[in-house]
């Protein structure tokens, strides 16, 4: 009869050796401060790192960084479907200037509102609350009733929303 003793020790062995099966949120952390340009807390720059207890599968190719708007970086990884939404420090001469862009909301909150998911071979509609102000291009979060999810979409018109993909 074989002996399995010495099987659990060197296959640990060669297990720590292998890559890590979920994404290193340090180093998207230092992703996102090259595509912002700013370091995190600094102004134009990530408010806060990415929270360490994320257990995000490594993506298979790099991971996607976009700018969604003025308040938020997209991270996602279109391989694995996943994606997160990191916040953005805006700088103080946008901060003071927000009195003035007050104006510009085309979403209110609690405002009713028309969620549109588009598909290249569909497209459907459905009525939604805003829970929070939002300009045209702006990732604002909603729900269909007190009970349900809330949902990200992204601000598209005056009474409409996207759903964020």
């Known amino acids: 009869m074989p002996n399995y003793r010495f099987a659990i020790p060197i296959l640990s062995i060669f297990a720590m050796g292998a890559t890590p099966a979920f994404e290193d949120t340090t180093d998207l952390d230092r992703q996102v401060a090259v595509h912002l ?3 995190i807390g600094d102004a134009g720059g990530a408010r806060a790192p990415i929270d360490t207890k994320l257990r995000l599968k490594r993506c298979p190719r790099s991971v ?12 996602s990884c279109p391989d694995l479907g996943w994606r997160i939404f990191v916040p953005v ?6 901060a003071s200037s927000q009195s003035d862009r007050a104006k510009e909301f085309v979403v209110l909150r609690n405002q009713p509102l028309t969620l549109v998911v588009r598909r290249p071979n569909f497209s459907i509609s459905y009525r ?3 829970q929070k102000n939002g300009r045209v291009g702006d990732f604002i979060p909603v729900r269909s009733s007190r009970k349900s999810k809330l949902l990200m979409a992204r601000v598209s018109n005056t009474g409409e929303v996207e759903l964020a993909q």
């Open 37 to 39: 340009g700013a370091n």
């Open 64 to 75: 996607r960084l976009s700018d969604t708007n003025n308040n938020a970086v997209l991270v």
């Open 89 to 94: 420090r805006r700088s103080q001469a946008a």
């Open 128 to 130: 939604v609350i805003a």
